[in-house]
Antibody, heavy 117, light 111 residues
Framework: EVQLLESGGGWVQPGGSLRLSCAAS????????MTWVRQPPGKGLEWVLD????????YYTDSVKGRFTISRDNSKDTLLLQMNSLRAEDTAVYYC??????????WGQGTLVTVSS | QSALTQPRSVSGSPGQSVTISCTGT?????????VSWYQQHPGKAPKLMIY???KRPSGVPDRFSGSKSGNTASLTISGLQAEDEADYYC???????????FGGGTKLTVL
């Protein structure tokens, strides 16, 4: 059974940093692209970042370029999201998802990031 | 990277059929083989219901079907059941394959 477990969410002040992790199990992690999707409270889903199976290619939505970095450790079946210069509008539940051609078959339970002073 | 356009809400009675539309552009929905649909119940993670425009993952009832015409994709749910009440999101992999775009979401109410 595929399992994705996010961790690292919490409260941070504007301008601060946070690092999210997603532990994967139940599939060959190194064979799949992975994605972070976020959902602000009461709002819709927003794709944020993608990373290729090997980790050598990444894609970002414009609003996080230069602030967020996606990476992965295939030896530990772990997806990472480093978030810097956080803004109030980054407040959301962050989901990691297993991706195939931009389609997401499996999702984690999500971790809430709150950016507020 | 504009969001795909979905109706804010749709409704139907048990046993009826409803269709949710998802309109994009020739750069995403119109030219992509990779359109997907997700169901999300309150407080839960999204669940993949349709992928590759019209394919169903294992375990998804055949009451759920997907299609596409031009720049508009559609999700049809037939034989509505109470448990279908949820938010539904469409999603498209852009033709340049450098980004993914979601629809704004549609709230389905089963009357």
């Amino acid at each position: 059974e595929v399992q994705l477990l996010e961790s690292g969410g919490g409260w941070v002040q504007p301008g601060g940093s946070l690092r999210l992790s997603c532990a994967a199990s139940g599939f060959t992690f190194s064979r799949y692209a992975m994605t972070w999707v976020r959902q602000p409270p009461g709002k819709g889903l927003e794709w944020v970042l993608d990373i290729s199976p090997s980790g050598d290619t990444t894609y970002y939505t414009d609003s996080v370029k230069g602030r967020f970095t996606i990476s992965r450790d295939n030896s530990k079946d772990t997806l990472l999201l480093q978030m810097n210069s956080l803004r109030a509008e980054d407040t959301a539940v962050y989901y990691c998802a297993k991706a195939t051609w931009g389609q997401f078959e499996n999702w984690g339970q999500g971790t809430l990031v709150t950016v507020s002073s | 990277q504009s969001a795909l356009t979905q109706p804010r809400s749709v409704s139907g009675s048990p046993g009826q059929s409803v269709t949710i539309s998802c309109t994009g552009t020739s750069s995403d929905v119109g030219d992509s083989k990779y359109v997907s649909w997700y169901q999300q119940h309150p407080g839960k993670a999204p669940k993949l219901m349709i992928y590759d425009v019209s394919k169903r993952p294992s375990g998804v009832p055949d009451r759920f079907s997907g299609s596409k015409s031009g720049n508009t994709a559609s999700l049809t749910i037939s034989g509505l059941q109470a448990e279908d009440e949820a938010d539904y999101y469409c999603c498209s992999y852009a033709v340049s394959y450098t980004y993914v775009v979601f629809g704004g979401g549609t709230k389905l109410t089963v009357l």
